[in-house]
């Protein structure tokens, strides 16, 4: 039987053309607009759209007229592949820009693939992340008449190794400094109040790891002068998950600190622009005199060495 597996991701603009097309996309998902009609649902994408797009394509212009993480998630496949070898086809789908489902799908469909592993790159689980990557990808599969055996992995935040992986970051992140020096905060992607009241479980799968991460940082010896949980990237009037990022950092009154995006594996817009930049502007306001973002896992080899292993738990 031929196999595949597939990563999935939320997708970034693969140059300035295709910031209305990846906005556009975003905010007529279902998981992230969430109203019954559709057709509300494109008019109120299209608003956010027009005044969204001259903004963001700036934002990608200031990150090299792109987003980075199509070209680091090839780079992953490509190392994913040689590390499992050439009886399974490795391959990766974007959720709002190409490569999108349904031309991965029809490679594969030609290919003659019959069972598929899909492993979104969503260390925790969100209706509005895995599920709506898995879903598309299921929808688009029946919509072109494919028809394999799908195998899913819901979330990995408490894989062991790739834990290990996220200690070894934030050390050289930190490099040579002493951490009671430095305050760490794990920075997750913010999700609307409303929607973690109607049972998703991200804010618990997100806190939950963070005291994991704390965990061993403890069993290592290493102590921060402080850990704690942020959100970013608050868009719209809504109650949305707190504290804000910048409130976080407005409370401590130790000046130097460490970032770490928690919810991503694969560098992006997100890391490289809002916490790489803008909040490191706002940091310097602050008066921080050392900001410092942790890179994250991207095509690292022991991120590499995670991803097989849960393939290889998921045969």
């Known amino acids: 039987m031929k196999e595949a597996i597939i990563l999935l991701n939320m997708g970034g603009p693969n140059n ?43 934002i990608y212009r200031q990150i090299g007229g792109k987003s980075p993480i ?19 086809i490795v391959d990766f789908v974007m959720r709002y820009t190409p490569p999108m489902a349904k031309e991965v799908i029809e490679k594969l469909k030609k290919s003659g693939v019959q069972k598929v592993y899909l492993i979104p790159l969503f260390p925790q689980y969100s209706t509005t992340t895995t599920a709506s990557s898995l879903d598309d990808f299921e929808d688009t599969s029946r919509r072109v008449g494919w028809f394999p055996i799908m195998v899913e992995i819901k979330h990995f935040f408490t894989n062991d190794k790739y834990n290990t992986l996220l200690l070894t970051l934030i050390k050289e992140t930190l490099a ?40 061993k940082f403890h069993n ?22 707190d ?8 409370s401590l009154n130790t000046k130097k600190v460490i970032i770490v995006p928690i919810a991503f594996t694969i560098d992006n817009s997100e890391t490289n622009y809002e916490l790489s930049m803008e909040y490191a502007e706002i940091a310097h306001e602050l008066g921080f005199s050392d900001y410092r973002v942790c890179k994250c896992p991207n095509d690292h080899p022991v991120f590499v060495d995670v991803l097989k292993e849960l393939y290889e738990k998921m045969k």
């Open 70 to 88: 199509v070209d680091l998630t090839t780079s992953l496949v490509t190392k994913l592949q040689a590390a499992v070898g050439d009886e399974v």
């Open 176 to 215: 040579d400094n002493n951490p009671n020096d430095f305050e760490l905060i794990f920075s997750a992607h913010g999700l609307p109040q409303k929607i973690v009241d109607s049972g998703d479980p991200y804010q618990r799968h997100v806190s939950a790891h963070v005291e994991l991460l704390k965990d």
């Open 243 to 250: 504290p804000s990022l910048e409130s976080m950092l407005k």
């Open 220 to 241: 290592e010896g290493i102590y921060f002068r402080g850990v704690h949980l942020a959100y970013q990237s608050k868009v719209g009037p809504m109650k949305w998950l």
């Open 16 to 58: 300035l053309r295709e910031v209305e097309m990846f906005l556009t996309n975003m905010f007529n998902d279902p998981a992230i607009i969430r109203t019954k009609s559709a057709l509300l649902r494109r008019f109120i994408a299209g608003i956010i759209t027009l005044s969204r797009a001259e903004k963001s394509q700036e």
